[in-house]
């Protein structure tokens, strides 16, 4: 039976050493919670780290007690602890993903402890791997290890999850090893974040820093195709929904309102200066200051987790926050009422659930945070229905639950003005907003992410599938060169850019190479064969280029033809008056696109941008098609967006048109046509159902079959000769 591995860097089982023994415990926290009753059920193993540096000679004995509960162990010295985790992990991805780039250390010793590190897991995960296996790897620590674990185990399904978030291209970029990063995810086939945010940004920084290309949410490398979505992470709803009914925590509630003095709202963070602790005091003391009224009326229960407390910016932090808790309490405290109720500890599930339920406010206000489960928990804990959520719009669960009072962390007197809302709001509006939150945390629970994400690994690996009986290699290459071999009277269409070279950043560095000439010339040689090179080249240069051979040549997408040893001629009553006012409304969009020119053909006009920066060059183009839409229409020109190009010509220029007219005084039994960009979907639509078409690179198209690059196709042709020449020898 087919299993799914889930890789994280810690497992969900905490290992302590009493009297000599090693204890094991399960752990608490959102990932542990959501999928600890799934991996025992014996269809999924969990690899990871046990989280203390466990000596060699205990190593197997740990093993053995983990191998019974599906856990399968990394085990990691001290100083990979140290460089790997608190090092590269903490110290570099944790805050430049969370936009505090200035407590960042990029040290080269963190990076290449944390690409062994990776290497560890990989090999863990592939000491059990079996045939059939899915592999689901969990967060910012293993961001090499997609690509690394595609390596060893090529054909199978990988999914990656980040549960922290992506920041922009412009913070991302700082790291060094940015694009070592981005490279690692992409082994993955379903890459997944909390918010379409994150994937925006990802899919930027990807199409930046490495040599992909995206359409919507779908990446395409090689052959492989990765689909990056949002995957907004639940809770088990039920679990917090019942925790208040259990004795224990009755007990518990029951204390909380003995001693309450007034209303209480409620914060629970770890120790971390991304999740806006200092503001939120802030904030709150601001509130007694301008509203007295309340003093006496409202106390602040907060909760800090201790977290890295030795590291120095975490030691300011808490610092800080003492200093700052103390001033307040000090300021403003009764004989009977402490403003602030600061605990620096952490707390059982059971105590967090009584004051879940006691909380009349919960203030979640992080500067940064991938999803924030701390506002879910609170949601399914109030069974009465009333409470007023306070959430940052940084945290990702504002793009849920967005009838909590949202808010900038940055703004402590939004924060206030927040809390002054929460106290005053009636008992009906804070139902009404309370109903329609539980009915989403409720519906959108962890185990429907987990179920969400599982099946979109198998969309992923299904649309890798489809594509791959598309693409014109093996078996599609060999009926192809059967059919040849096999025929009489045949006719090759080929593009130039991009189909028989690659694209030069400069359009007149793209000669044809000895081998390309080489290679036509051997296919002109056959007195079957008619080749036709179809491209959008001026005439003029094609002719220079191809001239001296036996072939035919459609230029500038149509407008000038020549057939083999004949002259050239265009089409007629195509016009260029035209050109004059066009031109001069593109010259514009020149001079404030540092990158782009003006190309000038007989019959049209291309503005090119392929060497304009990333991004501004789709803006300007955009802004081109959307202005000139109308005047173009209004002229009889249409408006091609191609490769980094677009082209304003004549509505009767038309590559599929020119094919469809080459053809038609011969009846042909081998059609092939292959292309690269959006003008070489008219010959694709143009050629008979018996035509082979093949598009160059994995965009949706018109074509049958499709090969990633000009490589491939020349590959293919060199194929189809050599084909052709042993089919030739066997029949002799």
């Not at 519906?443 to 299904?462: G, H, I």
Request: hydrophobic share 40%; proline share 4%.
């Amino acid at each position: 039976m087919s299993r799914t591995i889930i890789i994280s860097n810690r497992l969900p089982v905490k290992i302590s050493k009493n009297n000599g023994k090693y204890v094991l415990k399960k752990s608490e926290g959102g990932l542990a919670t959501g999928l600890g009753d799934v991996y025992k059920n014996g269809s999924m193993l969990w690899v990871g780290w046990p989280g203390i540096d466990i000596p060699k000679e205990d190593q197997p004995e740990i093993a053995k007690k983990l191998a019974s509960l599906n856990l399968i162990p990394v085990f990691l010295t001290q100083e990979e602890i140290n460089l790997y985790y608190e090092g590269f992990s903490n110290e570099v991805l944790w805050p430049v993903f969370h936009y505090l780039v200035t407590y960042a250390r990029f040290e080269q010793v963190y990076w290449d402890s944390y690409t062994s590190v990776n290497e560890k897991f990989a090999a863990a995960t592939q000491s059990v791997f079996s045939e059939g296996d899915k592999i689901w790897i969990q967060d910012y620590q293993l961001l090499c290890l997609p690509s690394l674990l595609r390596e060893r185990l090529i054909n199978t399904t990988i999914g990656f999850f980040q549960h922290i978030p992506f920041p922009s291209f412009e913070i991302f970029r700082l790291i060094p090893w940015r694009d070592k990063l981005i490279e690692g995810m992409l082994g993955a086939d379903l890459i997944g974040f909390h918010t379409y945010d994150d994937v925006r940004h990802f899919l930027s920084a990807a199409s930046r820093l490495t040599p992909v290309t995206f359409s919507s949410n779908i990446i395409s490398i090689g052959n492989r195709q990765i689909i990056v979505e949002p995957f907004p992470m639940g809770i088990d709803f039920d679990k917090f929904e019942k925790l208040p009914l259990q004795r224990q925590v009755l007990a518990e509630i029951d204390n909380l309102n003995s001693e309450k003095r007034g209303r209480i709202a409620l914060t629970i963070d770890r120790l971390d200066y991304s999740k806006g602790i200092l503001e939120r005091i802030r904030a709150f003391e601001l509130l007694l200051q301008l509203h007295p009224k309340f003093i006496g009326e409202i106390s602040l229960f907060m909760i800090v987790v201790p977290s890295r407390d030795t590291v120095p910016q975490y030691k300011d932090l808490k610092e800080k926050i003492d200093q700052l808790v103390g001033n307040i309490n000090a300021k403003y405290r009764t004989l009977d009422w402490v403003p602030i109720n600061y605990f620096y500890r952490s707390f059982s599930i059971e105590t967090l659930s009584a004051m879940y339920s006691v909380a009349d406010i919960c203030l979640v206000t992080p500067m940064r945070d991938g999803m924030n489960l701390v506002s879910k928990e609170y949601v399914a804990s109030r069974r009465d229905e009333t409470g007023v959520l306070i959430l940052s719009e940084m945290a990702g669960a504002s793009k849920e639950l967005n009838d909590a009072i949202i808010v900038n962390p940055n703004n402590i007197g939004d924060i206030m003005n927040a809390v002054v809302e929460a106290l005053t709001m009636p008992v009906e509006e804070q139902k009404r907003r309370m109903q329609i939150m539980r009915a989403l945390v409720s519906k959108f629970n962890v185990k429907r992410w987990v179920s969400n994400f599982l099946n979109r690994m198998d969309d992923a690996k299904l649309l890798q599938h489809s594509l791959k009986t598309k693409h014109a290699v093996n078996k599609v290459s060999d009926g192809i060169m059967s059919r040849y071999a096999a025929t009489q009277k045949r006719i090759i269409f080929l593009d130039y850019d991009g189909t028989l070279v690659g694209f030069k950043a400069n359009i007149d560095e793209a000669s044809p190479d000895e081998e390309l000439l080489k290679l036509l010339s051997n296919f002109t040689e056959d007195p079957n064969n008619t080749v036709v090179i179809i491209s959008g080249r001026k005439h003029e240069t094609l002719e220079q280029w191809f001239g001296h051979l036996n072939l035919g040549i459609i230029a500038e997408h149509g407008a000038w033809q020549k057939r083999q040893n004949e002259e050239w001629h265009s089409l007629p009553l195509l016009n260029d008056q035209w050109k004059g006012e066009i031109k001069s409304i593109l010259e514009t969009y020149t001079d404030r696109t540092p990158g782009s020119f003006i190309e000038e053909k007989s019959f049209s006009l291309v503005w090119h941008y392929r060497k304009t920066e990333s991004g501004l060059g789709e803006l300007r183009a955009n802004e081109i098609i959307n202005n000139l839409r109308v005047l173009a229409a209004d002229k009889g020109l249409q408006i091609m967006p191609g490769n980094k190009v677009i082209e304003f010509r004549n509505m009767e220029v038309n590559k599929g048109k020119a094919a469809l007219n080459w053809m038609h005084e011969t009846a042909y039994d081998f059609i092939l046509a292959m292309g690269d960009d959006h003008t070489d979907e008219d010959i694709f639509k143009a050629m008979p159902s018996n035509g082979i078409t093949i598009k160059v690179g994995s965009e949706v198209s018109e074509a049958k079959f499709y090969l990633n690059d000009h490589l491939e196709v020349r590959e293919l042709l060199r194929s189809i000769l050599d084909g052709d020449k042993v089919s030739k020898d066997i029949s002799v």
